[in-house]
């Protein structure tokens, strides 16, 4: 075997499983105005479709939802980050970075997880929501 081909297989295997998928909306200024109104608990995740970090985060939500099916009691939005990261939106909720989750219920803020993609703290976060 040569070496960069088991170079490469072994980088392969040492990737998480990509494309794990949950079910969330598409963040929208009418989509957030609407959640808003509610008593819902969202989660929004500022989230990169080029980022690897972001995109373990959304296999670690995907995996909580399947082991805890009180998570699906959640609503989740995806906020790209290409489009709305410079917004006045992410200015008002301090949001810095891609890769943070934000937890809002009735408007306010109750907890948030910025660029740490680890199982323990995304199901932390996830119970802080159910929680609220």
């Known amino acids: 075997m040569h ?3 088991f170079i490469l297989s072994a980088a392969a295997l040492s990737v998480p499983t990509l494309g794990a998928a949950y079910p969330a909306e598409t963040y929208t200024p009418a989509v957030w105005r609407d959640l808003r109104s509610t008593d819902q608990t ?3 995740n500022f989230r990169a479709s080029w980022s690897l970090t972001c995109q373990i ?3 670690l939500i995907a995996e909580a939802l399947a082991e805890n099916p009180a998570y699906s009691n959640l609503t989740f939005v995806d906020v790209d ?4 990261g410079p917004s ?3 200015q008002r909720l301090k949001v810095e970075r891609r ?8 408007g306010d803020e109750v907890t948030r997880l910025v660029n740490e ?3 323990r703290r995304v199901r932390a976060l996830l119970d802080a929501a159910l929680a609220a």
Do not use: E, G
Not at 81 to 84: A, L, R, V
Not at 99 to 106: A, E, F, P, Q
């Open 117 to 119: 993609p680890y199982a």
């Open 88 to 90: 006045q939106m992410t």
């Open 57 to 59: 985060k959304a296999d």
């Open 99 to 106: 890769s943070t989750l934000l937890v809002m219920k009735n």
């Open 3 to 5: 070496r960069r081909t």
């Open 81 to 84: 980050w290409d489009t709305f």
């Open 42 to 44: 969202v989660v929004m």
